[in-house]
């Protein structure tokens, strides 16, 4: 299985971006960290990351990846709250894809309460930071196995 991590909008900047809400870690930090932990648990499983600020860029990446062997984890940024194309790109996706969010989305403005691609995903994982990138992944793996 490849596991696909795909960042949106300005998450590039993680690290050095308002640190007070999205933590001090940088992508290239903390991929490693979850493939290290990644090989320990779940040996065989590929992880792979992809960050973009272009939303058709992100759009052609998922349907690229799409399959039986490739699942993702997603946090597009602003664009969970704007994009219909992005939206659109998920809901046709044939593979599990979980949404995650650094921030607890819900306890921040409003606007950031609704998600046009929740309806499209296995779940929604916000406020955790890193770690729910983790438990992300520790659910696409488990539920790998099951049927229906």
Not at 15 to 36: F, M, S
């Amino acid at each position: 299985m490849v596991i696909h991590i795909v960042h949106g909008i300005n998450l590039g900047q993680l690290g050095t971006r308002q640190p007070d809400i999205y933590g001090t870690l940088r992508l290239e930090d903390q991929i490693p960290i979850l493939q290290t932990w990644l090989d320990a648990h779940f040996g065989g499983t590929e992880l792979r990351s992809f960050q973009s600020d272009d939303e058709g860029a992100l759009c052609a990446y998922l349907a690229a990846h799409n399959g039986p062997d490739h699942a993702f984890v997603i946090n597009p940024g602003a664009f969970t709250h704007t994009s219909v194309a992005l939206r659109d790109a998920v809901a046709a996706l044939t593979c599990p894809i979980i949404e995650v969010h650094l921030s607890h989305t819900y306890a921040r403005e409003s606007f950031r309460r609704a998600s046009l691609l929740a309806p499209y995903t296995r779940g929604t994982i916000s406020g955790l930071g890193w770690m729910g990138y983790r438990l992300a992944i520790e659910g696409l793996v488990s539920k790998a196995g099951e049927v229906g």
